[in-house]
């Protein structure tokens, strides 16, 4: 059963906000959100982990609701360099197994000037 | 230098030919995990290690088989290659309880079977 589920593909444009929604219905109470970013050929790198409400760091937002059943990343002002697939994994903390923080198929995101 | 290194970074192969990719790190992480990742696909866990005396079968280890030789290192084998195991191949790293449980990844094997 998947844990999460995430749009397939998004566009954008430089200078934009962009918005990438993650449902995970089944979330755990010890469970924490995880987006991680992979560009072509390399592996993800880590970008944000929260548990609730909103946490926000140099890269990007967070944006938790109360009923933890889905969660929203938020890149400020797109460029090119952004173009990316991302990933939403939800799991405990540091836990990557058959189960937990797996990496589904994530959200393919193209900045266009 | 990069804390996760795997080498070889490129290999192409033949058909029933064995293959090992290792990985090592210097993070000085408990946690080693091997995945896989086909184009345009998501990453597949392959197996993962919390420690040097546990291994874990992860949702492909069909036709792979790992060794966690140290805290350090961990390597990959295809004991005899096929066709359909051409991919791009990442081992990474991750600590216990500190943090946010972040994945280091390597900068990947990309391993063709002809």
């Known amino acids: 059963l998947a844990k999460t589920t995430q749009p397939i593909s998004m566009d954008s444009y430089e200078g934009q906000e962009v918005n990438i929604t993650c449902s995970h219905n089944?979330?755990?109470?010890?469970?924490?959100i995880t987006w991680y970013q992979q560009f072509p050929s390399q592996g993800p790198r880590f970008i944000i982990q929260?548990?609730?409400t909103k946490v926000t760091n140099e890269v990007a937002s967070l944006f938790i609701p109360a009923d933890r059943k889905s969660s929203t990343l938020s890149l400020p002002r797109v460029s090119l360099s952004d173009t990316a697939v991302y990933y939403c994994l939800v799991g405990d903390d540091g836990v990557y197994n058959n189960n937990d923080m797996r990496f589904g198929a994530g959200t393919r995101l193209t900045v266009k000037p | 230098d990069a804390d996760v290194t795997q080498t070889p970074r490129n290999r192409i192969t033949k058909t029933g030919k064995r293959i090992m990719l290792e990985c090592s790190q210097t993070?000085?992480?408990?946690?080693m995990y091997w995945y896989r990742q086909d184009p345009g696909l998501g990453l597949q866990l392959i197996y993962y290690s919390f420690d040097v005396k546990d291994i874990n079968k992860g949702e492909i280890s069909d036709g792979y088989s790992v060794s966690r030789q140290a805290q350090a290192k961990f390597s990959l084998s295809l004991e005899s290659a096929i066709p359909n195991q051409t991919a791009l191949y990442f081992c990474?790293?991750?600590?216990?309880?500190?943090?946010?449980?972040?994945?280091?990844f390597g900068e990947g094997s990309r391993l063709t079977v002809l």
């Open positions: 993070k000085g992480h408990d946690r």
């Open positions: 089944n979330i755990a109470t010890n469970d924490y």
């Open positions: 929260g548990y609730k």
């Open positions: 990474a790293t991750s600590s216990a309880g500190e943090g946010t449980g972040e994945l280091f």
